[in-house]
């Protein structure tokens, strides 16, 4: 049975991570299928920053995607549903052989990490932060990097998880100045999956790199290696 990838998010992160990933599925011949899944449509700011173009508004962007993927030979559906606690989507998640969190609030990736937690199901989760730096971090069972995740936010300070919540009013990220950021998250998240399946180009981790899960910060002009865990 050909492995399923679920990419939850196709906005501005989700459709940019979704071109590097299906270059690396290509270039590597990795057959997997890829589920994209986002109840949201192209409107007329998206295709500034985000995979999409002036002929897609108005379309979903979850089907957008899933057509972009194909053309890079990777079998891949759209999903058009909202996902989270009062939107679970948990039996289509559960089928994945890995999950990609790339969701604009707070709640829904809260929601995406009990579901590791709980499932054992690996989720990488895309971040872009308040200060314009990115994020690449594991839920796995084996590894959890994630820095947004409730266990994390209660041990903070009060004056650092109220930062961290506002997370969940945050406008979308389409903004010119994310525009580098969101590239280099979105190199580096693929970079972070590929190395986990076992190919990594740029000998980033241990030699022999298999079940190797790499945690990647961003920012506007670069992205960097912060930590390799050998599961």
């Not at 999903?79 to 890995?98: D, F």
């Not at 990609?100 to 937690?117: H, K, Y």
């Not at 590929?194 to 190797?212: T, W």
Request: glycine share 6%.
């Amino acid at each position: 049975m050909t492995p399923r990838i679920a990419l939850v998010g196709a906005g501005f992160l989700g459709s940019l991570f979704a071109e590097e990933l299906a270059k690396r599925l290509f270039a590597f011949e990795f057959a997997w299928e890829a589920l994209v899944i986002d109840d949201d449509t192209v409107d007329a700011r998206n295709p500034a920053n985000a995979l999409y173009t002036l002929r897609d508004i108005r379309a979903l962007k979850a089907e957008v995607l899933a057509a972009r993927l194909r053309l890079y030979g990777v079998p891949s559906v759209a999903l058009p549903a909202r996902v989270g606690r009062e939107h679970p989507i948990t039996s289509e998640l559960l089928a994945c052989a890995l999950v990609v969190d790339a969701v604009d609030n707070l709640p829904t990736r809260q929601w995406l990490w009990e579901l590791a937690v709980a499932h054992g199901v690996p989720v990488l989760h895309l971040g872009v932060s308040q200060g314009g730096t990115g994020a690449v971090e594991w839920t796995t069972p084996v590894y959890d990097s994630f820095s947004l995740s409730p266990v994390v936010l209660a041990d903070r300070t009060p004056t650092a998880t109220a930062d961290a919540v506002q997370l969940v009013t945050l406008p979308p990220c389409e903004l010119v100045g994310m525009r580098g950021v969101g590239l280099n998250l979105a190199v580096a998240g693929a970079k972070a999956v590929a190395i986990a399946l076992g190919f990594d180009a740029e000998r980033a981790a241990p030699p022999a790199a298999s079940n190797v899960l790499t945690t990647w910060s961003a920012t506007n002009t670069s992205h960097t290696l912060v930590e390799v865990h050998r599961a």
